[in-house]
């Protein structure tokens, strides 16, 4: 993901709430449904998006090849972890 560089005025709404402006939000490839970590340093609150393995695999940097083929059977794997977690 490349770095941005945005300054934007927003205001807290009801109950507290932000909204992302557009921008900001194509910006970083954010959209509804995406995980967002808030951290608060001092006083400063830093939203930092969470990928997840579609956006990696879309907008992520390319470490390695694998086939459809290996992602099938790690995904099988990491599903047979995860029933066997519950």
Known sequence: MQDVNLSIEIRVGKRRTIVIPKAVAEALGIDEGSKLKLEVKGD???????????????????????????????????????????
């Open 44 to 86: 400063c609150i830093i939203l930092r998006s969470i990928p997840d393995a579609i956006q990696l695999s879309l907008r992520g940097e390319k470490i390695a090849k694998i086939s459809l083929k290996e992602l099938e059977a790690e995904s099988i794997e990491q599903q047979k972890k995860y029933i066997n977690r519950a």
